[in-house]
């Protein structure tokens, strides 16, 4: 079972925004480039028309526009190839004619000029198309570290996740998951730090960074929650350090551990984020909402926040969420119905409860209901544990 779901909706470059990898897509045929044809055609066509019409209207000057369609799809060589045959395409195709219909040198600076600026555009062009697509690679590789890919049965869980940015650019944002084996169970962690922009990315980047090694080590839960709460509070002061206000920045976020010696129940700490639900095939349930406030917030009241156990039976799944989705509109200004929806596809077809079935009804409903604009990162994560399976510490170990 995959835990990354290919990206729809708005992680697709919206209608009429450029985008070089799509357009090159576009302009292939059978894994070979066609984008010299459209010039092409164009070029052969304005010769033809201007040989076929009298002297009284002459449209070879028109040649002018054949190295600039190439700029715009080709590449520099092949729209310098382009400027070249226009210019002797013009030259021959004028010197055709009688003298007195000649346009002369007029027209022929205009396709000259005209086709250096033309190979000019198109190393600029192609020089930006470079630079972008680097710049995705640098976002992929970034979202890859924060939101890593998780193997098959990854801690004897199976799992599906969907993340949507908000900004189809950026591609990540401050919505984070991750799944953490250890010598005593499995941990799991999904929030969403307040805010957007590489401020959020960084606070997302540090917490999943102290989750990764406390819940492996940490033998308690709320050992590794307190942990989660330092980090916050010492990466706030050392973005305050650098100069950067980041004091009203916070987390939201569901911290879960699967016991290793007791697979019937599940562990939870709640910081201030919308509970999970359990999804079954008989239906769904709400888990209890706890009452910690969010990370970075524990300053405001003395209380630890609680470590909840409830029941989770063989087949049942967890369903976590961010409130990309919970709070996904549509034109009227109503709320997605998550729980509604659910509910609704589990009685159609209880095998929405697998995990990959469920992120996939959740993905889609969200972004029909809101029409694909989604105002914030939004995060899908379905989980449960995998019948006859334990947890897989580092290294690929089994535990029975």
């Not at 600076?109 to 250096?116: E, F, Q, R, T």
């Not at 922009?197 to 709320?222: C, I, K, N, Q, S």
């Not at 003395?302 to 961010?322: D, M």
């Amino acid at each position: 079972m995959g835990d990354w779901l290919p990206p729809l909706g708005p992680l697709a470059p919206p209608a009429g925004r450029d985008d070089p990898v799509q357009r090159q897509k576009l302009l292939r045929l059978r894994g070979r480039s066609v984008a010299w044809v459209p010039p092409a055609l164009l070029l052969g066509g304005i010769a033809a028309a201007d040989w076929n019409t009298s002297g009284a209207f002459r449209m070879i000057s028109w040649i002018v526009l054949v190295p600039g369609i190439a700029a715009a799809i080709c590449g520099v060589w092949v729209t310098a190839a382009f400027a070249c045959l226009s210019i002797l395409t013009y030259f021959g195709v004028d010197r055709s004619w009688s003298y007195q219909y000649q346009t002369g040198l007029p027209d022929f600076i205009l396709v000259a000029l005209g086709s250096l600026l033309a190979i000019l555009a198109c190393a600029v062009r192609v020089r930006g198309e470079r630079r972008m697509l680097h710049m995705l690679d640098v976002a992929e590789t970034t979202r890859r570290t924060v939101l890593r890919p998780m193997p098959t049965g990854w801690g004897g869980l199976d799992h599906a996740a969907v993340y949507l940015a908000a900004d189809s650019e950026a591609r990540v944002g401050g919505d984070f998951y991750d799944i953490q084996p250890g010598p005593r169970g499995t941990r799991l962690l999904l929030g969403d730090v307040q805010g957007k922009g590489l401020g959020a990315v960084e606070a997302a980047a540090a917490l999943l960074g102290t989750f990764r090694e406390a819940a492996y080590h940490e033998p308690v839960l709320d050992t590794v929650a307190d942990r989660l709460e330092v980090r916050m509070l010492r990466h706030v002061r050392y973005r305050a350090a650098l100069g950067r206000d980041d004091r009203d920045r916070f987390a939201t976020g569901i911290l879960v551990g699967f016991p290793q010696d007791d697979r019937d129940t599940v562990e939870f700490v709640n910081f201030g984020h919308e509970p999970p639900l359990v999804v079954a095939p008989d239906g769904v349930r709400d888990l209890p909402p706890g009452h910690g406030l969010p990370l970075g917030l524990a300053a405001l009241t003395a209380e630890r926040p609680l470590v909840l156990t409830v029941a989770l039976a063989p087949g049942e799944t967890l369903l976590l969420v961010t409130d990309g989705v919970t709070e996904a509109r549509d034109a009227d200004g109503v709320f997605f119905p998550l729980r509604d929806r659910v509910a609704g596809a589990l009685s159609a077809d209880p095998r929405t409860a697998d995990p990959q079935r469920l992120v996939e009804l959740v993905r889609d409903g969200t972004l029909r209901h809101c029409g694909g604009r989604l105002s914030d990162d939004t995060t899908i994560f379905a989980v449960r544990r995998r019948t006859g399976a334990g947890g897989v510490a580092d290294g690929g170990t089994s535990r029975p």
